[in-house]
């Protein structure tokens, strides 16, 4: 599911059990809502509150730092594939084939990432053609040897941090996590239409609140998902890389 369909969900499932708290103090006998009763169940509320503003907050936090690192280690990994592309031109016209594999296998890495289809699976088969093509070589002086050795050490670390990636990029919250953190924050909104009359300064400031814990769902679930949705990670690193390889 979309992480716009599932605010959607949060919003309607908070806002609408505001309604229903002020449906049910209606409902109520006087003796549920006295004084006594009012202080236990603000007591509850506070307790639930905050236990769903520090999830909340700590869930933010994670995946905007999962979001930023895949960032990172993108434009990181952009300027190592230019850097082995550099290492083998200065080789000779003999890594020419691999020099041409590097591109493809950065041009399929791009696509799978960047699909209209969204993040598909990784596929190593092109990056082992190139790897394949890189110790073929057969250098003839110590300089040769020095770059080709130089190119198979960058050429690991780059799939190592690819490999990295591609286990991090789909970071989902388990459903069931995400379903009591829901129902946390439906309970704190039935309890505060359970304290109040409706008018519309009350709706307008309930329906600000649900939208406010929804978009904050939503960034979780965007920041969690970097490579998808409205805040998906450009692809511009790559497309550097795609304009210099070969040049």
Same mark, same amino acid.
């Given at each position: 599911m979309?992480?716009f369909?599932? $605010?959607?969900?949060?919003f309607?499932?908070a806002?609408?059990?505001?309604l229903a708290?002020? *449906? *049910?103090?209606v409902?109520l006998?006087g003796a549920?809502l006295?004084a006594d009763s009012?202080d236990v ?5 506070? &307790?639930?509150g905050?236990?769903?503003a520090?999830?909340?907050?700590l &869930?933010i936090a994670?995946?905007n730092?999962?979001y ?9 990994i952009?300027a190592k594939?230019? &850097?082995?592309d550099r290492i083998l031109?200065y080789?000779g016209?003999e890594s %020419?084939?691999?020099?041409k594999?590097?591109? %493809?296998a950065?041009?399929a890495?791009?696509d799978r990432i ?5 993040l598909?699976?990784?596929? *190593? %088969?092109?990056?082992n053609?190139?790897?394949q093509?890189?110790?073929? &070589? ?11 050795g ?5 050429? %690991?670390?780059i799939l190592q941090t690819?490999?990295?990636?591609a286990?991090?990029?789909?970071g ?5 996590f ?9 309970? *704190?909104?039935?309890g505060?239409g359970?304290?109040t ?5 009350v709706?307008?400031a309930?329906?600000?609140g ?5 978009? $904050?769902?939503?960034?979780?679930l965007?920041l969690n998902?970097p490579?998808?949705?409205f805040?998906?990670i450009?692809d511009?690193p790559?497309? $550097?890389?795609l304009s210099q390889?070969?040049?």
């Amino acid at each position: 599911m979309s992480a716009f369909f599932l $605010a959607s969900v949060v919003f309607c499932g908070a806002f609408f059990a505001a309604l229903a708290g002020m *449906l *049910l103090r209606v409902a109520l006998p006087g003796a549920h809502l006295d004084a006594d009763s009012r202080d236990v169940i603000k007591l509850v509320l506070g &307790l639930i509150g905050t236990m769903s503003a520090l999830i909340l907050g700590l &869930l933010i936090a994670s995946a905007n730092s999962n979001y930023n690192e895949q960032s990172s280690e993108l434009q990181s990994i952009s300027a190592k594939i230019i &850097l082995l592309d550099r290492i083998l031109t200065y080789y000779g016209p003999e890594s %020419e084939g691999a020099r041409k594999q590097l591109g %493809e296998a950065v041009a399929a890495a791009h696509d799978r990432i960047w699909s209209p289809q969204g993040l598909r699976p990784t596929n *190593l %088969e092109a990056a082992n053609r190139f790897m394949q093509q890189l110790q073929a &070589l057969s250098p003839k002086t110590d300089m040769a040897r020095q770059l080709q050795g130089r190119a198979l050490q960058i050429a %690991e670390n780059i799939l190592q941090t690819r490999l990295l990636m591609a286990s991090q990029a789909g970071g989902a919250i388990p459903a069931p996590f995400l379903a009591i953190l829901v129902f946390w924050i439906c309970v *704190l909104f039935l309890g505060f239409g359970m304290f109040t009359r409706f008018n519309g300064t009350v709706a307008a400031a309930l329906f600000v609140g649900a939208f406010s814990v929804a978009g $904050a769902i939503f960034l979780i679930l965007e920041l969690n998902t970097p490579y998808q949705g409205f805040m998906q990670i450009s692809d511009a690193p790559l497309r $550097a890389v795609l304009s210099q390889i070969g040049r």
